[in-house]
């Protein structure tokens, strides 16, 4: 008298706990064995987002690939603020605006070379850190923001963008394995990510 419902709930709950506790290993990575040579660590989670939702856009069915980015932004932005000893929302919401923001310019284009990555992890840096800004301390930003700018929004981006490439391309060849994404019809399965 077994139902395909309750398996089907309990496999749900093991993705969405092992999602968690993998989001949770990166932030405890990103916050303690990432190196600091400018005083703060690279944005490992971000980029992560971004690429994710760059690959979301790509597949056939781009609106729950999506939701599952922004499943990895909310639960990454949480442990990060659990890990780093910031207000308990503030890396959750920074990273929620960064992935929309992502979301919302790039997905009338093709993701296919380097370009696209790059600048994606430009500007959702650039918004996760005036995010970041805002919530921590909105008088910095208000009244000396070129000097933030300088200090903390352009080295962070720049530490970020090294990341970005070998990031995308092993999701990508994670997501796709050795098939092209420009060849896969998406009739075979939804990818691994």
């Excluded at 303690?32 to 040579?37: D, G, K, S, Y």
């Excluded at 959702?124 to 930003?141: F, K, S, T, W």
Aim: proline fraction near 8%; aromatic fraction near 10%.
């Amino acid at each position: 008298m077994d139902s395909a419902q309750p398996r089907r709930l309990e496999e749900h709950l093991t993705y969405e706990l092992l999602l968690v506790l993998a989001m949770a290993a990166l932030a405890l990575v990103q916050v303690t064995l990432l190196p600091n040579p400018l005083g703060f660590s690279p944005a490992l989670l971000l980029v992560l987002v971004i690429c994710r939702v760059l690959l979301a856009i790509g597949l056939p069915y781009p609106d729950k690939e999506v939701a599952v980015a922004f499943r990895w932004a909310f639960y990454g932005g949480v442990a990060l603020d659990l890990f780093s000893a910031s207000p308990i929302g503030s890396h959750a919401l920074a990273l929620l605006v960064a992935a929309t923001i992502v979301f919302a310019i790039a997905r009338t284009f093709r993701v296919e070379g380097p370009l696209l990555p790059l600048v994606s992890v430009l500007v959702g840096g650039v918004a996760y850190e005036l995010c970041l800004a805002l919530v921590y301390n909105p008088a910095v930003i208000m009244h000396d923001w070129p000097t933030y700018t300088l200090v903390v929004v352009v080295p962070s981006v720049l530490l970020s963008l090294i990341l970005t490439l070998p990031l995308f391309f092993a999701l990508r060849w994670l997501a796709y394995g050795r098939r092209s994404p420009a060849n896969d019809t998406g009739r075979s399965g939804t990818p691994y990510l």
